[in-house]
């Protein structure tokens, strides 16, 4: 336990704040009990994570406008897609869809190395170099003189894609305390919706699908500038790699004028996190905790299942009937309310609990769809429905997994979960094609796969409240109650 000698009065709550902080040993503390001593107040960790929250929107206007650079839009403007300028209709049409199953295989590619490169180089470093990179292969994009070119280029992308969004997701979640999770998570989710919606007015007044992804490309470069100047390494991160200087640097900067944290020293911090073997032998320290890999396979499926039906929701929302700019609206709209309730959900009644209900929800809406007639605004409420359902599930499994896997594999173990989920993003722009078998066959296959990662939901354990896990061994011996 952590002595008082020498301590301001303040100082010496740091320790007995909050009872479910546990010390590793006499005079060490983990970056997780500076966090909360820190509190939800802090100017500087506050600015961490509104500026990491970012990410999301960015990430959101480049992955959704595909929308719109895929699909005709000469019912509603005089936007000329990538489909009308290259003629990719009837026998052409699958040159489309495949620049978008080339942008999630780069998201598969990217899950894994850009993440482990996040746990050995540092998140930050990372998230940068992905959003410069993807403002750069953008611009380019943008200049495509086909539809191969372009291809070729979506497929770069996607691979710091995932990075983009995934390594901003853990480094503002690894800069929050305890009492800050709720806002960082909803806060998260509406820079989603916003990033979401944003799509539709550049799309109504963008000439071109040209303009358009030039358009979506700009935020990110100001995006990297902005994390660059203003965001810090993770402290959980630096904890783990033994950065002494940097440590030192990052509490300088969290007191800022103050004198709080004065008397700990950037050592302390270093050893409260022991050498784990487990980021050298991993696939050793796997085998030997196999729950640990139940809890992977099950995160895989669930984030398969929310991908394919999110993305294919998402993207099928522009051949509805209607106005195809409303329509989008609409459908990314609807997450606002996820984002918002989810989180209080999951503070209320536990994580699992939340996300069990989610997938089993959709499941019954899209059972619904299957008897429903056809009549255009019921079944296109259902469909709204059954996104703010899977919606909710999507948000919670960020939340979920990163309290699930342990600080030193947790970029990797979520890169390794998003990079599996690919699989359901390369087969989301086929949903449609599924209806040319049978009307009703893609609800029978949607609700399908909702209910089974619903009832697998229960067997993760529970992690509300609780502090985020160092090792493989502490997250493998938490209960399921």
């Given amino acids: 336990m952590m002595t008082c000698e020498d301590t301001s009065k303040d100082e010496h709550c740091l320790l007995q704040k909050d009872s479910s902080v546990n010390n590793t040993s006499d005079g060490l503390i983990t970056p997780g009990e500076i966090l909360n001593y820190l509190g939800p107040r802090n100017p500087f960790l506050v600015t961490c994570v509104l500026v990491t929250g970012l990410t999301w929107a960015v990430a959101a206007m480049n992955g959704m406008s595909t929308a719109f650079i895929i699909q005709s839009c000469e019912n509603c403007s005089d936007m000329i897609s990538l489909v009308d300028e290259f003629d990719l209709r009837h026998k052409n049409s699958w040159y489309a869809d495949a620049t978008v199953s080339a942008f999630m295989i780069g998201n598969g590619i990217g899950g894994t190395l850009v993440s482990k490169a996040a746990d050995r180089y540092g998140r930050r470093p990372i998230l940068i170099l992905c959003f410069l990179t993807m403002a750069v292969t953008g611009i380019l994009a943008a200049f495509s003189p086909s539809v191969m070119v372009f291809g070729v280029i979506r497929l770069v992308q996607g691979v710091f894609y995932t990075g983009s969004a995934l390594v901003g997701w853990v480094l503002g979640y690894e800069c929050t305390p305890v009492e800050l999770r709720f806002f960082t998570t909803v ?109 992977t396979m099950v995160l895989i499926y669930l984030w398969n299942c929310d991908t394919f039906i999110y993305f294919g929701l998402s993207l099928y929302s522009t051949h509805f009937a209607g106005n195809i700019y409303l329509n989008y609206f609409l459908i990314g709209l609807v997450e606002l309310p996820a984002y918002i309730l989810s989180p209080i959900a999951m503070d209320r009644y536990g994580r699992r609990i939340v996300i069990a209900l989610a997938h089993i929800s959709a499941a019954m809406i899209f059972l619904i769809l299957v008897f429903t007639p056809e009549i255009v605004w019921v079944r296109t409420t259902l469909w709204v429905f059954g996104k703010f359902a899977i919606s909710c599930s999507f948000m919670s499994i960020y939340v979920y997994a990163s309290e699930i896997f342990p600080t030193n594999i947790r970029n990797l173990s979520i890169g390794f979960c998003e990079m599996m989920s690919r699989v359901g993003g390369i087969l989301a722009p086929y949903v449609k094609a599924l209806g040319q078998i049978s009307p009703i066959l893609p609800m029978i296959v949607l609700s399908l796969i909702s209910l089974i990662g619903g009832l697998i939901t229960f067997i993760l354990p529970e992690t509300l409240n609780r502090q985020l896990p160092s090792t493989i061994k502490e997250s493998s011996q938490r209960t399921r109650h």
């Fill in 187 to 295: 806060y998260f989710g509406i820079l989603w919706v916003v990033g979401y919606c944003i799509v539709t007015p550049l799309a109504m007044f963008s000439p071109n699908w040209r303009w358009l992804i030039f358009f979506v490309s700009i935020p990110q470069l100001v995006t990297a500038i902005l994390c660059f100047i203003l965001v810090p390494e993770s402290l959980h991160f630096l904890a783990l790699e033994k950065k002494e200087r940097s440590i030192g640097d990052w509490l300088k900067r969290a007191r800022g004028s103050k004198k709080t944290l004065m008397h700990i020293k950037a050592g302390t911090v270093v050893s409260s996190l022991e050498e784990n073997p487990e980021a050298q032998n991993l696939f050793v320290e796997l085998w030997a905790h196999k729950v640990f890999l139940v809890y």
